[in-house]
Protein backbone atom coordinates (compact mmCIF):
# COMPACT_ATOMS: atom_id res chain seq x y z
CA UNK A 1 0.00 0.00 0.00
CA UNK A 2 1.98 2.70 -1.27
CA UNK A 3 0.71 6.14 0.44
CA UNK A 4 3.61 8.18 -1.53
CA UNK A 5 4.19 8.28 -4.73
CA UNK A 6 6.44 9.06 -6.71
CA UNK A 7 5.33 8.41 -10.27
CA UNK A 8 8.67 9.24 -12.53
CA UNK A 9 11.47 7.01 -12.13
CA UNK A 10 13.80 9.79 -13.45
CA UNK A 11 13.87 12.83 -14.66
CA UNK A 12 16.29 14.77 -17.35
CA UNK A 13 16.87 18.64 -17.91
CA UNK A 14 19.54 20.39 -19.06
CA UNK A 15 21.64 22.64 -16.97
CA UNK A 16 19.71 26.09 -15.91
CA UNK A 17 16.61 24.57 -16.97
CA UNK A 18 14.17 24.12 -14.32
CA UNK A 19 13.81 20.30 -12.75
CA UNK A 20 10.30 19.35 -11.10
CA UNK A 21 9.80 16.59 -9.52
CA UNK A 22 6.51 15.45 -8.50
CA UNK A 23 4.74 13.58 -5.71
CA UNK A 24 1.18 12.47 -4.71
CA UNK A 25 -0.39 11.09 -1.66
CA UNK A 26 -3.02 8.65 -0.51
CA UNK A 27 -3.25 9.50 3.74
CA UNK A 28 -5.21 12.81 4.28
CA UNK A 29 -3.66 12.62 7.89
CA UNK A 30 -0.23 13.62 6.91
CA UNK A 31 0.47 16.95 8.12
CA UNK A 32 4.18 17.56 7.14
CA UNK A 33 6.00 16.67 3.91
CA UNK A 34 9.62 16.71 3.03
CA UNK A 35 12.34 16.36 0.53
CA UNK A 36 15.32 14.24 0.88
CA UNK A 37 18.10 14.23 -2.07
CA UNK A 38 20.26 10.89 -2.12
CA UNK A 39 23.69 10.62 -3.87
CA UNK A 40 25.14 7.22 -4.45
CA UNK A 41 26.38 5.09 -1.49
CA UNK A 42 25.49 8.09 0.60
CA UNK A 43 22.38 8.27 3.37
CA UNK A 44 19.68 10.89 2.20
CA UNK A 45 20.02 14.23 3.03
CA UNK A 46 17.30 16.82 4.20
CA UNK A 47 16.77 19.13 1.12
CA UNK A 48 13.00 21.18 1.94
CA UNK A 49 9.60 20.63 4.06
CA UNK A 50 6.30 21.98 4.03
CA UNK A 51 3.70 22.47 6.79
CA UNK A 52 0.10 21.39 5.36
CA UNK A 53 -0.81 25.05 6.26
CA UNK A 54 1.36 26.25 3.83
CA UNK A 55 1.10 25.61 -0.02
CA UNK A 56 4.55 27.03 -1.12
CA UNK A 57 8.13 27.26 1.07
CA UNK A 58 11.30 28.53 -0.99
CA UNK A 59 14.70 27.76 0.35
CA UNK A 60 16.99 29.51 -2.48
CA UNK A 61 17.29 27.61 -5.91
CA UNK A 62 14.61 25.27 -3.96
CA UNK A 63 10.79 25.46 -3.67
CA UNK A 64 8.36 23.13 -2.68
CA UNK A 65 4.37 23.62 -3.68
CA UNK A 66 1.79 22.33 -1.68
CA UNK A 67 -2.17 21.48 -2.86
CA UNK A 68 -3.58 19.61 -0.57
CA UNK A 69 -6.79 19.45 -2.57
CA UNK A 70 -5.16 17.30 -5.07
CA UNK A 71 -2.70 15.62 -2.29
CA UNK A 72 0.18 17.00 -4.67
CA UNK A 73 3.38 18.22 -3.90
CA UNK A 74 6.23 18.85 -6.35
CA UNK A 75 9.66 20.16 -5.89
CA UNK A 76 11.19 23.02 -8.46
CA UNK A 77 14.29 23.43 -8.70
CA UNK A 78 15.89 26.38 -10.52
CA UNK A 79 18.07 27.10 -12.18
CA UNK A 80 19.57 23.11 -12.10
CA UNK A 81 23.24 22.36 -11.68
CA UNK A 82 24.94 19.39 -12.46
CA UNK A 83 25.64 19.17 -8.70
CA UNK A 84 21.65 18.77 -8.15
CA UNK A 85 22.04 15.23 -10.28
CA UNK A 86 20.90 12.87 -7.75
CA UNK A 87 18.22 10.20 -6.31
CA UNK A 88 15.13 12.92 -4.89
CA UNK A 89 12.94 11.15 -2.10
CA UNK A 90 9.24 12.75 -1.11
CA UNK A 91 8.68 12.01 2.15
CA UNK A 92 5.53 12.56 4.34
CA UNK A 93 4.60 12.45 8.21
CA UNK A 94 1.64 12.95 10.56
CA UNK A 95 3.20 15.47 12.98
CA UNK A 96 2.09 14.49 17.12
CA UNK A 97 2.21 10.74 16.11
CA UNK A 98 5.57 8.52 16.27
CA UNK A 99 7.35 10.06 13.57
CA UNK A 100 7.07 7.65 11.27
CA UNK A 101 8.59 8.99 7.90
CA UNK A 102 6.93 7.47 4.75
CA UNK A 103 8.94 7.71 1.44
CA UNK A 104 8.29 7.62 -1.66
CA UNK A 105 10.29 5.43 -4.22
CA UNK A 106 12.36 8.13 -5.36
CA UNK A 107 12.71 10.02 -8.58
CA UNK A 108 16.34 10.43 -10.29
CA UNK A 109 17.46 13.41 -11.13
CA UNK A 110 20.39 13.97 -14.39
CA UNK A 111 21.49 17.51 -14.94
CA UNK A 112 23.17 17.57 -18.17
CA UNK A 113 25.64 20.44 -18.53
CA UNK B 1 32.53 15.24 11.90
CA UNK B 2 30.27 12.13 11.11
CA UNK B 3 27.11 13.32 12.24
CA UNK B 4 25.30 9.97 12.24
CA UNK B 5 27.91 7.01 11.76
CA UNK B 6 26.95 3.27 11.21
CA UNK B 7 29.04 0.43 11.10
CA UNK B 8 30.14 -1.86 8.68
CA UNK B 9 29.62 -0.18 5.73
CA UNK B 10 29.26 -3.56 3.62
CA UNK B 11 28.40 -7.01 5.25
CA UNK B 12 28.09 -9.87 3.49
CA UNK B 13 27.60 -13.13 5.19
CA UNK B 14 25.96 -16.58 4.83
CA UNK B 15 22.31 -17.55 5.28
CA UNK B 16 21.74 -18.49 8.88
CA UNK B 17 24.47 -16.26 10.35
CA UNK B 18 24.08 -13.60 13.37
CA UNK B 19 24.88 -10.30 12.55
CA UNK B 20 25.02 -6.66 14.50
CA UNK B 21 25.13 -3.01 12.50
CA UNK B 22 26.35 -0.17 14.90
CA UNK B 23 24.67 3.41 14.88
CA UNK B 24 25.98 6.70 16.38
CA UNK B 25 24.93 9.73 16.57
CA UNK B 26 26.59 13.03 18.02
CA UNK B 27 24.27 15.32 17.32
CA UNK B 28 22.46 15.27 20.79
CA UNK B 29 19.12 14.17 19.29
CA UNK B 30 17.01 12.34 21.55
CA UNK B 31 15.36 9.71 18.88
CA UNK B 32 17.06 7.21 16.77
CA UNK B 33 15.70 5.01 13.65
CA UNK B 34 16.26 2.22 11.57
CA UNK B 35 14.80 2.18 7.89
CA UNK B 36 15.96 -0.41 5.15
CA UNK B 37 15.71 0.24 1.48
CA UNK B 38 14.88 -2.72 -0.47
CA UNK B 39 15.55 -4.14 -3.90
CA UNK B 40 12.57 -1.93 -4.83
CA UNK B 41 14.60 1.20 -3.57
CA UNK B 42 11.45 1.69 -0.77
CA UNK B 43 12.82 3.25 2.09
CA UNK B 44 10.96 1.93 5.12
CA UNK B 45 10.75 2.66 8.97
CA UNK B 46 11.73 -0.24 10.90
CA UNK B 47 11.93 0.56 14.67
CA UNK B 48 12.26 4.30 16.64
CA UNK B 49 13.93 4.84 19.68
CA UNK B 50 13.32 8.01 21.89
CA UNK B 51 15.87 8.55 24.45
CA UNK B 52 16.42 4.60 24.83
CA UNK B 53 12.16 3.94 24.68
CA UNK B 54 11.02 1.99 21.85
CA UNK B 55 8.10 4.22 20.31
CA UNK B 56 8.08 2.57 16.56
CA UNK B 57 8.42 -1.00 15.86
CA UNK B 58 6.84 -2.25 12.44
CA UNK B 59 5.86 -5.43 11.29
CA UNK B 60 9.30 -6.68 11.38
CA UNK B 61 10.38 -10.39 11.93
CA UNK B 62 11.25 -11.27 15.76
CA UNK B 63 14.83 -12.39 14.26
CA UNK B 64 15.71 -8.25 14.22
CA UNK B 65 16.38 -6.88 17.63
CA UNK B 66 17.67 -3.15 18.43
CA UNK B 67 19.48 -2.09 21.37
CA UNK B 68 19.91 1.37 22.20
CA UNK B 69 22.62 1.50 25.48
CA UNK B 70 22.20 5.51 25.24
CA UNK B 71 20.38 8.04 23.38
CA UNK B 72 23.53 8.40 20.89
CA UNK B 73 23.57 4.60 20.10
CA UNK B 74 21.14 2.50 18.45
CA UNK B 75 22.00 -1.27 16.94
CA UNK B 76 20.58 -3.19 15.01
CA UNK B 77 21.38 -7.26 15.82
CA UNK B 78 19.73 -9.80 13.01
CA UNK B 79 20.17 -13.29 14.24
CA UNK B 80 19.39 -16.51 11.81
CA UNK B 81 20.08 -14.10 8.64
CA UNK B 82 18.00 -15.22 5.18
CA UNK B 83 18.09 -14.04 1.53
CA UNK B 84 15.26 -11.60 2.31
CA UNK B 85 17.28 -9.69 4.87
CA UNK B 86 19.55 -8.51 1.69
CA UNK B 87 19.11 -4.54 1.84
CA UNK B 88 20.89 -1.59 2.08
CA UNK B 89 20.33 -0.68 6.37
CA UNK B 90 20.17 3.17 7.23
CA UNK B 91 20.14 4.30 10.72
CA UNK B 92 18.87 8.05 11.24
CA UNK B 93 18.49 10.50 14.04
CA UNK B 94 15.99 13.38 14.55
CA UNK B 95 16.36 16.19 17.71
CA UNK B 96 12.95 14.88 19.10
CA UNK B 97 9.97 12.72 17.83
CA UNK B 98 6.53 14.59 16.90
CA UNK B 99 7.58 17.45 15.73
CA UNK B 100 8.58 16.92 12.00
CA UNK B 101 12.05 17.68 12.49
CA UNK B 102 13.93 16.56 9.89
CA UNK B 103 16.11 13.16 10.09
CA UNK B 104 19.45 12.77 9.54
CA UNK B 105 20.67 9.72 8.15
CA UNK B 106 23.96 7.45 8.01
CA UNK B 107 25.30 6.34 4.62
CA UNK B 108 23.69 2.87 5.27
CA UNK B 109 25.03 -0.90 5.56
CA UNK B 110 24.80 -2.74 2.47
CA UNK B 111 24.44 -6.37 3.57
CA UNK B 112 24.07 -9.24 1.42
CA UNK B 113 23.21 -12.61 2.49
CA UNK B 114 24.74 -15.43 0.36
Known amino acids: DQQVKQNSPSLSVQEGRISILNCDYTNSMFDYFLWYKKYPAEGPTFLIS?????DKNEDGRFTVFLNKSAKHLSLHIVPSQPGDSAVYFC????????????FGKGTKLTVNP | DTAVSQTPKYLVTQMGNDKSIKCEQNLGHDTMYWYKQDSKKFLKIMFSYNNKELIINETVPNRFSPKSPDKAHLNLHINSLELGDSAVYFCASSQDSGSGQPQHFGDGTRLSIL
Open chain 1, 91 to 102: AAVRQGGSEKLV
Open chain 1, 50 to 54: ISSIK
